[in-house]
C-alpha cells in the first residue's frame, strides 16, 4: 500500500493563515479528505473531495491538489484550531486500502 | 442524520479475541459502506478494513488480513469489527465510520463513531 506523508508539527499566529501538507502516489489520482482530532475525541471530516466542506466547518478550511500533494489551508487560524489533522486517501492497489497520513500537530500561537 | 454508537471499553488478554460492535441510527444502513479504523495510545489513526452491508463484502487492510473480520447484521443496523490473536500492541482505541465513495475518484468518512478503548494486558 503507498504512504502519505504530512510534516509532524506545524505552529502558526493567531490570524494568520497556515498550510498543512500531504505528500503521496496515490494523491495524482485520488483526492484526499481531512481530519481534525483534537484531544479525546473522535476525528471530524474537514475537507473532501476536490475542496468541499461539511455543513458546519467553517469558510476558514479549505483544500487544494496537485501532482503528488494535497494540503489543507486554514486562513485566518483561530485558537479553537489548534487540533491534529490527517489526510486520508486510498492506496493505488486493487484492494482499495484506506490510508492515512501520519498526522500534523498544529498549534496557534 | 446518520449517528453512529459503539460498543463500550473492553479489557482482554493476549491470545484472545474482542469483537466491537456499531450501531447505526439515520438512514439506509444496507446503502453504507462501514469502515473500521484504530488509533493506538499517542499514535495516527490506521485504516484496518470495511464492508459494505448491501453487498455482504468486507475487505481489510493487509496488515490484518487473516485476523480481523468485519461483518454486519442489517437486521439491527449494526456492524461489527472482530480482532483475534490480541497482543500489546492491539491497544488501542478502534472506531467505526461511515465511508462514502464517489467512484474513484474521492471517498471520506463521515460521521464517526464515539470510539470503543480496547485494553490488551495480561
Known amino acids: 500500500s503507498s504512504e502519505l506523508t504530512q510534516d509532524p508539527a506545524v505552529s502558526v499566529a493567531l490570524g494568520q493563515t497556515v498550510r498543512i501538507t500531504c505528500q503521496g502516489d496515490s494523491l495524482r489520482s485520488y483526492y484526499a479528505s481531512w481530519y481534525q482530532q483534537k484531544p479525546g475525541q473522535a476525528p471530524v471530516l474537514v475537507i473532501y473531495?476536490?475542496?468541499n466542506r461539511p455543513s458546519g466547518i467553517p469558510d476558514r478550511f479549505s483544500g487544494s491538489s496537485s501532482g503528488n500533494t494535497a494540503s489543507l489551508t486554514i486562513t485566518g487560524a483561530q485558537a479553537e484550531d489548534e487540533a491534529d489533522y490527517y489526510c486520508?486517501?486510498?492506496?493505488?492497489?486493487?484492494?482499495?486500502?484506506?490510508?492515512f497520513g501520519g498526522g500534523t500537530k498544529l498549534t496557534v500561537l | 442524520q446518520v449517528q453512529l454508537v459503539q460498543s463500550g471499553a473492553e479489557v482482554k488478554k493476549p491470545g484472545s479475541s474482542v469483537k466491537v460492535s456499531c450501531k447505526a441510527s439515520?438512514?439506509?444502513?444496507?446503502?453504507?459502506?462501514i469502515s473500521w479504523v484504530r488509533q493506538a495510545p499517542g499514535q495516527g489513526l490506521e485504516w484496518m478494513g470495511r464492508?459494505?452491508?448491501?453487498?455482504?463484502?468486507?475487505n481489510y487492510a493487509q496488515k490484518f488480513q487473516g485476523r480481523v473480520t468485519i461483518t454486519a447484521d442489517k437486521s439491527t443496523s449494526t456492524a461489527y469489527m472482530e480482532l483475534s490473536s490480541l497482543r500489546s500492541e492491539d491497544t488501542a482505541v478502534y472506531y467505526c465510520?461511515?465511508?462514502?465513495?464517489?467512484?474513484?475518484?474521492?471517498?471520506?468518512?463521515?460521521?464517526w463513531g464515539q470510539g470503543t478503548l480496547v485494553t490488551v494486558s495480561s
Open positions: 486520508n486517501s486510498r492506496d493505488s492497489s486493487g484492494n482499495h486500502e484506506g490510508v
Open positions: 465510520a461511515r465511508e462514502e465513495v464517489f467512484g474513484v475518484v474521492y471517498s471520506y468518512f463521515d460521521p
Open positions: 473531495g476536490k475542496n
Open positions: 439515520g438512514g439506509t444502513f444496507s446503502s453504507y459502506t
Open positions: 464492508i459494505i452491508p448491501i453487498l455482504g463484502i468486507a
